[in-house]
């Protein structure tokens, strides 16, 4: 099967940590670039951070700018999303997708942010619920 898998999910306390994986499986995954997206209760489906598969250019959003990181372990097949100083804010389930042609001509930043993109991504998982709460 050709799938990518989100895990790392949870509770955790203002200003905790999670560390969110991407898994692929059927395919190889640095062949793609990678998306983080995020979409909390009665709000729309935001772009959080997204790598690309050439030079590893990453983007982040504002709002998670200098708390969340994101990088690959190719040998593991897996993608990372490192979240620290989290708030309730960050409250929401998120999704990992993966794109091998488009990224080759726009940049990482575009299909981070740009709507009209992410419709071309090749695959999506099925999320994982992050919850930050007291």
């Known amino acids: 099967q050709l799938q990518l898998v989100e895990s790392g999910g949870g509770l955790v306390q203002p200003g905790g940590s999670l560390r969110l994986s991407c898994a692929a499986s059927?395919?190889?995954?640095?062949?793609?670039?990678i998306g983080w997206f995020r979409q909390a209760p009665g709000k729309e489906r935001e772009g959080v951070s997204c790598?690309?598969?050439?030079?590893?250019?990453?983007y982040y959003a504002d709002s998670v700018k200098g708390r969340f990181t994101i990088f690959r372990d190719n040998a593991k097949n897996t993608v990372y999303l490192q979240m620290n100083s989290l708030k309730p804010e960050d409250t929401g389930v998120y999704y990992c997708?993966?794109?091998?042609?488009?990224?080759?001509?726009?940049?990482?930043?575009?299909?981070?942010?740009?709507?009209?993109?992410?419709?071309?991504?090749?695959?999506w998982g099925q999320g994982t619920q992050v919850t930050v709460s007291s």
């Open positions: 790598i690309s598969k050439i030079d590893s250019t990453t």
């Open positions: 059927g395919f190889t995954l640095d062949r793609y670039a």
């Open positions: 997708a993966a794109d091998r042609i488009w990224s080759r001509i726009t940049s990482v930043q575009n299909m981070c942010v740009m709507r009209t993109y992410w419709n071309e991504y090749d695959f």
